[in-house]
């Protein structure tokens, strides 16, 4: 369940980055964040 869990926390993370660079147009908005720098 555990490993769901986390499949389930990335994809949301995905969909959060990806609706929030089509909003903005770009994706250049993520380019201060690094994967590890996020917390999901």
Same mark, same amino acid.
């Given at each position: 369940m $555990? $490993?769901? *869990? *986390? +499949?389930?926390?990335? @994809?949301?993370?995905?969909?959060? !980055? !990806?609706k929030?660079?089509?909003?903005? %147009? +770009? $994706?250049? @908005?993520?380019?201060?964040?690094? @994967? %590890?720098?996020?917390?999901?």
């Amino acid at each position: 369940m $555990e $490993e769901l *869990q *986390q +499949t389930m926390d990335l @994809i949301n993370h995905k969909c959060h !980055y !990806y609706k929030t660079a089509l909003e903005a %147009g +770009t $994706e250049d @908005i993520h380019k201060k964040d690094k @994967i %590890g720098n996020n917390v999901f």
